[in-house]
Every structure is written in structure tokens, then in C-alpha cells.
T-cell receptor
Framework: DAGVTQSPTHLIKTRGQQVTLRCSPK?????VSWYQQALGQGPQFIFQ???????QRGNFPDRFSGHQFPNYSSELNVNALLLGDSALYLC????????????????????FGQGTRLTVV | GQNIDQPTEMTATEGAIVQINCTYQ??????LFWYQQHAGEAPTFLSY??LDGLEEKGRFSSFLSRSKGYSYLLLKELQMKDSASYLC??????????WGAGTKLIIKP
């Protein structure tokens, strides 16, 4: 069973450009969350998608947008790239609880992809 | 605001025991996670605590005190491969994971 897969693994972009990152969740998972992890820091929550809709959003500008497809895969788009957007972008998938909660509360874990290292120059 | 604090860096000796502490102040609490992250790689799940007490899983144990907003990760019989960053993360009332900055653990022979 393939876990969470992300593409590409590395990417170099120029300031002002746009980028699209992709994520395929673990089989059986329908919720996808995106995180930005700057060097030496913990991940920061960007947003979460469930049933093809943005369910929750962290403190990120509108330049960051996303999409979820019917097969539960997801994209993260970043417009007008800034140098400060250079980071490891992590995708995590998880199953939905019985009442539509994004996480199973007991013994749950978010499965992370290997990440996409984005460098903006 | 929401805040998670853990030491920036710790050093321990191979074969020894180390305890990594985490304190948190969050909007609600739906559990606390510990993740291990090797440099340049994604985090990997170690443990999840939602009730007070100690959870043991092999060489790793995790403890939680909700009243104190405190957790620790205990690593026994340290091996060189345990050199990594250890991230504490809390699931808040909105089911968002709030992360600490991580503790870099250096294991010396």
C-alpha cells in the first residue's frame, strides 16, 4: 500500500512566479492537510481539504490556494512567490471520523508525504 | 495565542536515556502527538496521547498531564539512529495540528 506521495520532491522557482504542488493521500484516507515547514522550525498549518472543499485554514495569505479532486488527491498553489516561501511543503492525509470529523480521535495519526522542497530565488 | 514550547537542542550518549519536554497552551485539546523528523525528511509518527498518563511503545514512551499542559517523550537505550528532531504537536479544538519548533537530539558515542 503506497503511503502519501508528493510531487515534485524538489523545485526551484523565481520570485513572482506561480507553483503547483501535488499530493496523493494514503489509500482509504479522504482528508488532506498541507503544512509549510521553514528550516529549523515546526510545520505551520496552511489548510485542510475534505469532500473537495477547504474545511479549515491557517494564517496564510490568499496567495496560497488549493484544490481537492474526487479521488481525494490535492494540489497546493502558491502565486506571486516570495523568497520567504522557500520551505518544505508537507502533505498529510487522514481518515474521517464517523461523524465527519477530520480525524479519528483515538489512536489516530496523520500520515505525511516526503515533502516538496521549494526554493525561491 | 497558541504556543508550544520545547527545548531547541539536547545532547545524550548512546545507550543512555533522554527525556524531551513539551509544554503547551492551545485553544482546546484533542490530543498530543510526538513525531520524529530526520533532516530533510518528513515527520514520522511516534505517539499519540489524549488521556493523562504514560504510553509505552518499545524504547519510546510518552507522558501527558492535561492539567499542567505538559508532555514528555522518553527515549531509552539510545542508538545513533535516534539522532533527529523530535516534534511535539497538539490537536486543538478545531482539529488543527499546532506544532512546536522541534528539539534537535544529538547522540554521541
Amino acid at each position: 500500500d503506497a503511503g502519501v506521495t508528493q510531487s515534485p520532491t524538489h523545485l526551484i522557482k523565481t520570485r513572482g512566479q506561480q507553483v503547483t504542488l501535488r499530493c496523493s493521500p494514503k489509500s482509504g484516507h479522504d482528508t488532506v492537510s498541507w503544512y509549510q515547514q521553514a528550516l529549523g522550525q515546526g510545520p505551520q498549518f496552511i489548510f485542510q481539504y475534505y469532500e473537495e472543499e477547504e474545511r479549515q485554514r491557517g494564517n496564510f495569505p490568499d496567495r496560497f490556494s488549493g484544490h481537492q479532486f474526487p479521488n481525494y488527491s490535492s494540489e497546493l498553489n502558491v502565486n506571486a512567490l516570495l523568497l520567504g516561501d522557500s520551505a518544505l511543503y508537507l502533505c498529510a492525509s487522514s481518515p474521517t471520523g464517523g461523524e465527519g470529523e477530520p480525524f479519528l480521535v483515538m489512536n489516530t495519526e496523520a500520515f505525511f508525504g516526503q515533502g516538496t522542497r521549494l526554493t525561491v530565488v | 495565542g497558541q504556543n508550544i514550547d520545547q527545548p531547541t537542542e539536547m545532547t545524550a550518549t548512546e545507550g543512555a536515556i533522554v527525556q524531551i519536554n513539551c509544554t503547551y497552551q492551545t485553544s482546546g485539546f484533542n490530543g498530543l502527538f510526538w513525531y520524529q523528523q530526520h533532516a530533510g525528511e518528513a515527520p514520522t509518527f511516534l505517539s499519540y496521547n489524549v488521556l493523562d498518563g504514560l504510553e509505552e511503545k518499545g524504547r519510546f514512551s510518552s507522558f501527558l498531564s492535561r492539567s499542567k499542559g505538559y508532555s514528555y517523550l522518553l527515549l531509552k537505550e539510545l542508538q545513533m539512529k535516534d539522532s533527529a528532531s523530535y516534534l511535539c504537536a497538539v490537536l486543538d479544538s478545531n482539529y488543527q495540528l499546532i506544532w512546536g519548533a522541534g528539539t534537535k537530539l544529538i547522540i554521541k558515542p
